[in-house]
């Protein structure tokens, strides 16, 4: 069976565009999300995402310019996803322990309940970064979380409980890499030493192991 449809976008595709761009443009990105997650950017195929959504081919790169254009538009919205919940955390009316305590789990949370975020991200290294060194809002996206870690990190000083020494962006490494590698390497993992890492009984149990494992690093 043909999985494409016609580049030409038919009455109720024209009149889906005019009433609601916006829309059309959000749905476009949440099914190549899937598409590009699913297959990589080399697999992803475009006219399985037109097929897939309320529009066609041609609009699709009316909208994003190219297939790289539309790809890269995905990945700018994943990583502002993550981002724009992260800054609503108010971890400033927090006290620090509390406020880092909140901030691993949100990471831990959001990354195992965002595989495609996960697929992406490791896509995206697989071509050593080259499509996201293109964009123009992925740096400035992430500077917030450096920043809002490096308040955490001046209050808890300040206040004697955290220790001297502590980088703002090494830490978000860690927290990244710990809370990465439960999503990651779930498959692999699983099958090599026969547990189901996804259950909610694992999950609890890691997600209560990497807060404990980054708090035990920062507290003095």
């Known amino acids: ?14 009149g889906s565009r005019t009433q609601d761009p916006v829309g059309v443009k959000r749905d476009i990105l949440d099914v190549a999300t899937k598409e590009f997650a699913a297959n990589g950017y080399s697999g992803a195929r475009v006219d399985e995402i037109a097929a897939r959504t309320r529009t ?5 790169y009316y909208y994003f310019g190219s297939k790289k254009g539309l790809y890269l538009a ?3 919205n994943a990583y502002r996803g993550i981002r724009e919940v992260e800054g609503g955390l108010n971890l400033d009316t927090l006290e620090p322990e ?5 901030l691993v789990a ?36 992430n500077v917030g979380v450096i920043e809002t870690l490096k308040q955490i990190i001046s209050r808890g000083q300040r206040s004697g409980k955290f220790r001297n020494g502590l980088a703002p962006i090494d830490l978000h490494m860690t927290i990244s890499a710990l809370a990465f590698f439960n999503v990651a390497n779930s498959p692999t993992f699983s099958a090599i030493f026969k547990v189901d890492m996804r259950s909610m ?19 003095a």
Do not use: C, W
């Not at 066609?56 to 699709?60: E, L, N, P, V, W």
């Not at 509390?98 to 909140?102: E, F, P, Q, V, Y």
């Not at 896509?123 to 809002?137: F, G, K, P, Q, T």
């Open 106 to 141: 949100y990471t831990f949370d959001y990354q195992n309940a965002h595989h495609e975020f996960i697929r992406l991200v490791m896509i995206e290294n697989i071509h050593d970064a080259e499509h996201l060194r293109s964009s123009e809002v992925i740096e400035g996206l």
């Open 74 to 76: 995905v990945l700018e």
């Open 201 to 219: 009984n694992a999950l609890a149990i890691r997600r209560a192991q990497v807060i404990d494992v980054v708090m035990r690093y920062v507290l």
């Open 1 to 14: 069976m043909a999985r494409t449809r016609s580049s030409e976008a038919g009455p109720a595709e024209r």
């Open 98 to 102: 509390i406020a880092m305590r909140a």
């Open 56 to 60: 066609s081919k041609r609009m699709i």
